[in-house]
């Protein structure tokens, strides 16, 4: 079994809508902060001082059961693959037994150029290789 | 081809982020915008007076090109398949003759129970037809 | 000196903006999540299961630093008035030794009634007390 | 009478919460859209590609009635203040004829250095005519 980093998430109210659940574009911002906590567990800061840190060029979520005000997820993440210009995470979420929701992001590091342009580079392996330790 | 809705969407600045684009995740509140505005088009609301509307089950997205404070994004809309229990969209975002991105999502009806619960129902079928016809 | 809860808030990305700072409606979204932790710490949910809670009829802040991202900002919060049909709250935002800014809310207890409509009601005086228990 | 612009803005989906209004804190939102939308109308952009614009040193906004999914809300913006290094901005937003509530924002020009501090400065007083010209 591959090893997973946990990260807790509590539903804000501000997060719920008028359906009386979290709103689905919720759980793309959870995948991302489960991925910088996990960045932050590895020692590391995934955007220091400013810096655009990691472009998301995909993103998809399957939604299996709905999130309230104040639940209390644990989102599971794993990273899939961690190459030196692409990092592929894989999250699973649930609150207690029960399955909320799959994820996914696919993830490309990029700098900001004077101009504000945007352009990706190859990340230095030992920053791969605390990634990779933290998920051990 | 195709017959496709358009909707047309200015990013706001407090949707940028530190990278100096649009947040990623805001991108499915376009995408839901969007279907919106498409069912309104066709003299319908998809949530009428506090109701749940339409839930969720998968969303996704892939992102070609960044968006930026002040651009007006056109984002087409495609039905895919119409359901009276399932509805799927496809979502092409332009800037001018730039490709942005792709996206889908998968919605379902839903009715919110007087305890909160969410469950879905078969939607009438004249509803469908009307989303149909805004479409062709 | 007035007793205060105090509830610690790192910022998220998606909060940031284009300026590198957590967008300025970001404050008045993490002075909610502080009192929604005050009552949690009373014991209380300030909107069980669906409920529509306490709508706010003022807020304002004074910002008076930044915050970035993955800052960790501690917001005490005061109840300064606490009446069955109104509660105000007084937020204190520090970053260490760094005043971040201060802000106001004004709550009142709404009930949703069949139709949507919001209307307000007297608090029990126990749920007040409970509160304000948890200040002293 | 002073001059004021209008903006109109729709209430959509994500902004709305469990107590099925739109929440609080997107009528902050709102009100900085307005502000923005207004500088367009002059003919400028108030943040030109990723620089940092105007910062925000208060804000508050008193609440007099809810905003629903799909409720087209006029926002009329006033500059009650013009300074160089200084705007202040007043706001009513109405739904046709209902007051739905009233804010401030007090606004000053920001550069952001090569390490992302943030400083103030005098903007060019031709700005400011050309946003007076707009409002009168």
């Not at 800061?45 to 990691?54: F, L, T, V």
């Not at 104040?70 to 999250?91: H, N, P, Q, S």
Request: aromatic fraction near 12%.
């Amino acid at each position: 079994m591959a090893a997973r980093f946990r990260y807790r998430r509590r539903v804000e109210f501000a997060e719920t809508d008028q359906a009386g659940i979290a709103h689905f574009s919720v759980f793309f911002r959870y995948m991302e902060e489960a991925e910088h906590a996990l960045w932050r567990a590895a020692g590391m800061s995934i955007a220091p001082r400013g810096q655009a840190g990691w472009a998301r060029v995909a993103a998809a979520f399957d939604f299996k059961s709905p999130l309230r005000f104040e639940d209390e997820c644990d989102i599971f993440v794993e990273v899939t693959e961690a190459g030196r210009r692409k990092v592929l995470y894989a999250f699973t979420f649930t609150l207690g037994e029960r399955l909320v929701g799959t994820g996914t992001m696919t993830t490309v590091p990029v700098n900001k150029g004077a101009d504000g342009a945007l352009s990706s580079y190859d990340v230095p392996t030992d920053l791969l290789d605390r990634l990779r330790a933290q998920m051990a």
